[in-house]
Structures are given as structure tokens and as C-alpha cells.
């Protein structure tokens, strides 16, 4: 899985999955365009850019400021040949006839219009230039109702149909869509939130990294809007 001469822009990229992310793809051969919120969090995550990294502070629910992102990206890479969507959230809610319209909205802008800006941008340059691979961050908890955590379901859920809708749209465009669907991510800060927990059972940022590299690679040249269940130890 070689990506010299690829470049992949990574959405969320500042957070653990992120940086996982970013250095499996750097240390297969990939420029970078890196995507958080603010500038500061990207120069804490990785000390700077570099010719093959490239910081793109960007509020992703602002169109004008990832379409500018993007062009800046095209303008130095050339191309944007894959486009890893992390950015999202997650947060325990209320009983779903409880759960306020400003829940709702933050879960949907968190994790599925954070994903439309990114691909509303960067789809027509993967077009013109033949092709490429997009690969989202769902969540293995969105393929059924949960209580409590009804707009985090819903979010997620939605992130999975709007991957297989992309992916019937685009595959004879060249373009291959998946998602994976994590369970818990070991971090640091799932660890304390959960103390009595045992992490070695959760998903390894590396683990979910390497398959996302996997599916963003011309190894996965054949796979099409799946979303692939990556569970640890369960």
C-alpha cells in the first residue's frame, strides 16, 4: 500500500484517530493536507508543516472556508486522491422524546454536514482527475437504536447511507466510498471516562488507521460502499 506521489486529506485530523491516521499514511509515502479547527491544535498534534504536510485550519461547516482549503491544496499537491472524513463527536443524550432540536442539530453538524462540506468540495476535483478514494468514520453503534444516545444513532446512521448512496453514485466516476464502524477507540480519554473498563478489548487508533489506509489504497480498488465493522476484542 504505497502512496508516493498521493495526496489525502485528512478531516479531524488534530484528535487521536487523526494522528494515527496521518502517520500511517506519511510513513507509506503520502503528502498530507491536515484539516482541524484551529491552527493550534495541528501545531500541537505535529509540530509543523513540512513538504508533504500541509496544516488547513478550517471550519467545515463554513463551505467558502473548506472550499478555500481545498483549492489551496489542489494548488500545492496537484490532486486530493483520497479524503478521510474523522470529524465528529459523540455524546450521550436523553431519551429521544427528551432530546432538544439543538441536540439533534449538533450530533447531524458534528458528524454528517461536517462530512457534505468535505466531499461537497473535494468530489468534483476527484472527478476531473479520473478518480479516487473516500473513506468514512461511522460508528458500529449506528446500525441499531440505542438508549440515550438516539441523535448520536441517527448521525452516525446517516453517515453509513450517505456512504453507500455516494458509492453507487460514484464507482463508474472512479471514485470508491466506504466507511469503517469503530466501537470504542482506546484513548486517553476514553480510559477516564471509563476507569473500570478494559481497554485492551477497545479498538488501537493504529488498528483503525491501518484499515482506513487499507481502504483508501488501489488494494481496495474493488470494494464499494461498505461498511466494515472494526471491533477489537468487542
Known amino acids: 500500500m504505497k502512496f508516493d506521489d498521493r495526496c ?3 478531516t479531524g485530523a488534530a484528535g487521536n484517530l487523526g494522528r ?6 506519511a510513513a507509506r509515502g503520502a503528502a498530507l493536507v491536515l484539516v482541524d479547527s484551529r491552527a493550534a491544535n495541528l501545531q500541537r498534534a505535529f509540530g509543523g508543516e513540512s513538504d508533504k504536510r500541509r496544516f488547513a485550519p478550517v471550519d467545515l461547516l463554513d463551505p467558502a472556508s473548506v472550499e478555500a ?3 489551496a491544496a489542489i494548488a500545492r499537491f496537484g490532486r486530493i486522491d483520497a479524503l478521510c472524513n474523522l470529524a465528529g463527536g459523540f455524546r450521550m443524550g436523553t431519551a429521544a422524546h427528551e432530546t432538544s432540536d439543538g441536540d439533534w442539530d449538533d450530533m447531524f453538524e458534528l458528524n454528517v454536514r461536517t462530512l457534505l462540506r468535505a466531499t461537497r468540495a473535494v468530489v468534483p476535483r476527484m472527478i476531473d482527475a479520473g478518480g479516487g478514494r473516500i473513506v468514512n468514520v461511522g460508528a458500529f453503534a449506528a446500525q441499531k437504536g440505542a438508549a440515550l ?7 452516525k446512521s446517516a453517515v453509513i ?7 453507487a453514485e460514484l464507482r463508474d466516476r472512479g471514485i470508491n466510498v466506504n466507511c469503517v464502524l469503530p466501537t470504542i477507540i482506546d484513548t486517553p480519554e476514553n480510559r477516564a471516562a471509563m476507569p473500570d473498563a478494559d481497554p485492551t478489548r477497545w479498538v488501537a487508533p493504529d488498528d483503525l488507521a491501518n484499515t482506513i489506509v487499507f481502504l483508501a489504497s488501489s488494494e481496495a480498488r474493488a470494494v464499494h460502499g461498505v461498511a466494515l465493522p472494526v471491533t477489537g476484542l468487542g
Do not use: D, L
Not at 494515527?20 to 499514511?25: E, G, I, T
Not at 447511507?161 to 458509492?167: G, N, V
Open 8 to 10: 489525502v486529506m485528512v
Open 20 to 25: 494515527a491516521v496521518a502517520r500511517a499514511f
Open 69 to 71: 482549503a481545498v483549492s
Open 149 to 155: 444516545m438516539g441523535a448520536y444513532v441517527a448521525a
Open 161 to 167: 447511507r450517505i456512504t453507500e448512496t455516494m458509492s
